[in-house]
């Protein structure tokens, strides 16, 4: 029987483990393969999945072109990293390593347990230590993680498990500070960095892995020196690429501050290879739905930019990739987005670095066209807070453009000086524009230097917020000069299909004006074309900039150069209303800014402008918006002109004013008499203005108000108004004109006119072809100058006859349809007023009546047989009480008997309002007959009333009382008699009784 086994001590077993057992070479795999002295293990080999195909060499290529340096050291070669350089002999190495000896065994174990278990414990033993492991000093971490440690914690970075990859690399990432030289790390540590999250697909599935990844890269990059950084540009650049697109936000902003670190580290232009990668890697994180992630990407763009990149790349991918920004919801986010062009624009790669002022000025030229105008919109932003810093940070760019400018012009005089003349080959366009504008200032501007601007021009800008007056010099000469570049791009904008696009361009034009001053004088003409056609815009907020960038132009820019500008395109034949209408807004916005910047136009240029708006396309247009702005014009036009171009223009004003006045007055009218009423008592309406204007006006030509304003232009202005009577309609201009001629007009001059004015309207009232709605407004207007008392005169005395005859009664006349209806209503409703108010002598009446082939009679009758409106026979009613109040007395028998049978009719009319004005005419006939009247005439008058005083309606009972109490009066035999034959008969006997009584009173 064989001996049982001699159990081993504690010392033997441990003297087997560190023994190093017989392993053929080809499977030494672990750690035995790193150098580490003393160090033995047998694991097994892990196989790597490797993708296949095209999409295998596509990798490789990835791979080798990144890490080409490393392209014949596998990962996993022993490091070279000499100790010394930390500080570290090789003994205290080979003696700290000792006591980790077990722990890097597990490492490489199969079991994923231990494995998990060996690496926390690693981090443990270096960074905190124990009671075995000491922690390790600064100089032996470096030695360490540089040297023989960073093979297996590399090697980790592709275990199956997350937590090991993690936990390696977050021994890495605390252990970075702590190290002199990390930058050592980097060759051995990027390949299969490169590996595991630089090449796509990605190979590490794990999100908090891939940050602590580029949480590392930052803490190496901020530290390592600027010769470990340069070889590994290419890498880096690669791997924080990839970071800027992970999906994970965290691994966002951890790449884009390494990227920070990074442009921070390496010298200007660096990263300019590798500018084009990083771009397409962080402008997509421009629109990250979290505000602290498109923060983070623009500070590594920012970064980026200032490290260096190519022009073209700012123009095509960088400026509109960032202009969204402008909008952004954040205000965080617009403030650092401003900072950042603030920093781009300055034209600064590094304040230390900077020596060639004449590059920085030729390059900040580039990018200042691209990125200024992005700036300028910061300006206007809603925040107050934020526009204050962006005008700010337009101050300093326009500070460091001048100081470059001065600093570059010794050393082009000096080029200058040494080419003798001969033309530089290299100079751009740019700078050959440049200086033509230093050489030779435009015409009607200072010098390119001088922009400063009155304090009334200041004002008449009416600048808000954060203005508090103009800018600083600098800034205001920088945009002056880059203007020509400035402006294409802006005015584009203005058509953009985006209300917020347009919106950003209006408020950078503004800006841009603001600053430019009177540079903007050579651009004028496209200016005035862009703003015209943008105030189509349907937005108020966008219509109100582009007025202010009127204003601008208006306030700084000398008149005597944008008023041929206006006439031109206000003369244009071609031009539509809306055109028209738009041209009129910017008219009104520069003559406003002129007026209260104290610009002396020349006087010449204000009549032709004057002209421009009094010819008859603009004058006499029907649309709306070009009345109104026309308006404003006119109003401006006289707070900005002087006495003497007033006077010289008076004329052609007057007529303007008429025309609106008359236009908004008939608006008014067609809205109803209560609207029109409120409207009157508005001062705000545009009738109300129109009237302040025509007073305005009479004012500044030294005159006391419209009505002599009239008086000293009436002739030629009812002349020209009239010219065109024949082909007039309701709407026609020059009609509307006419009406507010004769409605501003006083007595003494309206009277002088009246003759003229019947020849006038003579033919029109009384064709009764004509448009019934011009009729209706022509006998409204006389009516309503006839209710009026200090016009009302006008109408009589000599002129009552050529008014009754030629002006009230060819209307009256009847006409078959329900227009015409109308028009004898308005024309019976005229003649009441000017009966009314008694404008007309007996002799006038008594001759209108008498007048051969028809007279008044025959037209009044026709009225009281009306069938289409009641209002017209009551009116005709009220025509004959007052006719017979006036010449009744002077009637001849033949003319009562013609008077009182129509009157009778009127007594059955289906309205009672018709029975009782009958009756109120039927007492004045009777007052006016007299006693001497025919008895048989009396009777048959009685016999037609007597039955409607026993009338269901008792107004009407009363009314034919009346009509019998004055026939007693003066016949009571006649009215007795009748009264007495229907007494018995009638339910309201004490009417009988009231004319019996007044019978037996009778004389």
Known sequence: MAAPPKKKSVDEIWRELNAKPAVPRSRTTGVQGFGIPGVTTHTRVLPKSQPSGAQHAKHIAVDDASCSRDAHRPAGTSSSYDPAAAGVTQEELQQYLSTLQRTLNCLADPDRGVRKNAVAALHAKLLKGDAATPKASSNMLQALLAGPLLPPLVLLLSDP???????????????APL??????????????????MGQLPLQEPAEEVRLAGLQLLEALISKAAISALTPAVEELSLLLARGCEDAFPDAKKAAAAALVALAGRLPAGAL?????????ALLPGLAHQHSKVRLAILSGLQALVLSGIPAGILQTQLSPAVKPLTFDRAAAVREAYYAALASWLECQQDQQQQQDAAAAHARCKTYAPVLLPLLLLGVSDAQESIAAAALVAVEQAGAAWEQQQQQSAPVASAAAGTLAGQPDSTATPMDTDDQQQQLQPAAGMHSPGDLSASPAAVAAAQLLPPFKGLPAAGCRRMVAQLLPQLLPGILAGLKEWTSSLRSAAARSLHTCLVLAGRAATPHLQQLLA????????????????????CRAVGAFVSCNTWLPLLVDALSDPKAGDISRANMLVVTSCLVAAAAVAQQQPDPQLLQLLVAALAADDVRCSEHVGVQLQLLSVVTNLLLWMPDDACKACAQQLYLILLQLHGTFSAQQDAEGPAAAAAAAADDSSSASRAAAALQQLAQRCGLAGAGQLAEAHAQQM?????ADADSWSAGSANLRGFMSLMRTAEGPCLAALLPQIAQVLQPILADADRDASLRLSLLRLLDSLMEQPGTAGAFGGSNAALVLAALLMPPLVWRAGKAAAAVRFSAITALATFLTAQLAPPEVLLAA????????????????????????????CYVERLLLQQVGQRLSDEQRRAIYPELLKRLDDSSNKVRIAACAALVEFVRSAGSSYCATNSGYLAAGVVLHMDDGDQEVAEAACQVLEALAATQPAVAAAEVKGVQGRFRARHYCDRVLAAAQAAP
């Open 849 to 876: 009546v008498q007048q051969q082939g028809g007279g008044l009679l025959p037209l009044l009758a026709q009225c009281l047989d009306e069938d289409w409106y009641s209002d017209v026979r009551h009116t005709a």
């Open 718 to 722: 009812l002349a020209q108004l009239t």
């Open 179 to 196: 190290l002199s030289d990390p930058g050592a790390l980097l060759p051995g540590l990027l390949p299969q960095l490169v590996v595991r």
């Open 530 to 549: 862009a703003l015209t056609a943008a105030m189509t815009e349907e937005e108020p907020e966008i219509v109100t900039t582009l007025a202010s960038c």
């Open 161 to 175: 498990l997350e937590r090991c990859r993690l936990t390696a690399l977050q021994l890495l990432l605390e252990a």
């Open 272 to 280: 300019e290879g590798q500018a084009e990668r990083l771009l397409q």
